[in-house]
């Protein structure tokens, strides 16, 4: 909201509207096509649509490795209170930090054979909390043996299959088809970088602040992963 607000001062037109279709002539993108018919002619698109990321590259065939896995949220009330409790990340994955004046926890969801969520489900995995994440919890802190489970949310990790690590940057067939996606789950904190160097990379032709080259789609091309470790 604050890039945004940002931008209402600048010579920036914003459209809203779903796109439903790219259109693309031999090794370029042309246009786009919005679900209420409109046809948007364009001379560069970047992906970026987080968990829909996948889908909205295969509108112009090409084969992006990202799709959206289920993540929940999870918050609680304890009695005992750790103002100064940094966030916890437990080597099952469960983490769990303060939120005000209750924590929030998650992680551990089985990677095993998870293939994608379905777009639409929004329902928080209440079996994981209960049979992972709490007895997790519990033991690793014994003030969290008992607490007062609360709300839930559920969102969607735009999760790279290939390496849980961002695509950035044009196609290398489709120059200017443009992409910022594959964050899986640590998006919000690479967002502004990402942001920075594809805009000196559009106006610039080069990178300039922030080397982003490492996570070119090359490596997708090339099956060779760039391995994000630190996830949860
Ligand atoms: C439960 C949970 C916890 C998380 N915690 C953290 C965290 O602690 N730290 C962190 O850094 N990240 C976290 N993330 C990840 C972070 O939210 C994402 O990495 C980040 O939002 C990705 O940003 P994005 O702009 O690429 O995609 P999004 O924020 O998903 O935005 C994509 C946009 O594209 C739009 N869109 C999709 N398809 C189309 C289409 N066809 N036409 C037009 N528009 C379309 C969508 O409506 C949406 O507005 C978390 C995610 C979840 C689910």
């Known amino acids: 909201m604050l890039f945004r607000k940002a931008l209402r ?9 779903e796109v439903s279709a790219i259109r ?3 090794d370029r993108v042309t246009g786009v096509t919005l679900a209420d018919g409109e046809s948007l002619d364009a001379g ?8 829909n990321a996948g889908r909205v590259a295969a509108f112009a065939g090409l084969v992006l490795p990202v799709e959206p896995r289920k993540r929940s949220v999870f918050v609680f009330e304890a009695r005992e209170r750790f103002e100064d409790m940094p966030l916890l990340v437990d080597p099952s994955g469960v983490w769990v930090r303060p939120e005000g004046s209750v924590y ?3 992680g551990a969801e089985n990677e095993d054979g998870e293939g994608p969520a379905d777009p639409a489900d929004f329902d928080p995995d209440w079996s994981l909390f209960e049979e992972v994440v709490w007895p997790t919890l519990a033991a690793r802190i014994p003030a969290f043996e ?3 489970p609360g709300r839930a949310w559920a969102g969607h990790y735009e999760y790279n299959t290939l390496d849980q690590n961002a695509v950035i940057g044009p196609h290398p067939e489709v120059q200017n088809f443009v992409f910022a996606n594959g964050f899986s789950g640590h998006g919000l904190q690479q967002a502004p970088a990402v942001g920075k160097a594809l805009a000196e990379l559009i106006v610039h032709g080069a990178y300039r602040t922030v080397d982003c ?9 090339d099956g060779r992963p760039f391995r994000e470790l630190n996830v949860i």
């Open 9 to 17: 001062h600048r010579n920036v037109e914003m459209i809203t509207g």
């Open 24 to 26: 693309r002539e031999g």
């Open 44 to 51: 560069l698109v970047i992906n970026a649509a987080g968990p």
């Open 104 to 106: 929030i926890t998650g």
């Open 146 to 148: 008992a607490i007062r």
């Open 213 to 221: 080259s490492p996570f070119a789609w090359q490596r997708i091309a």
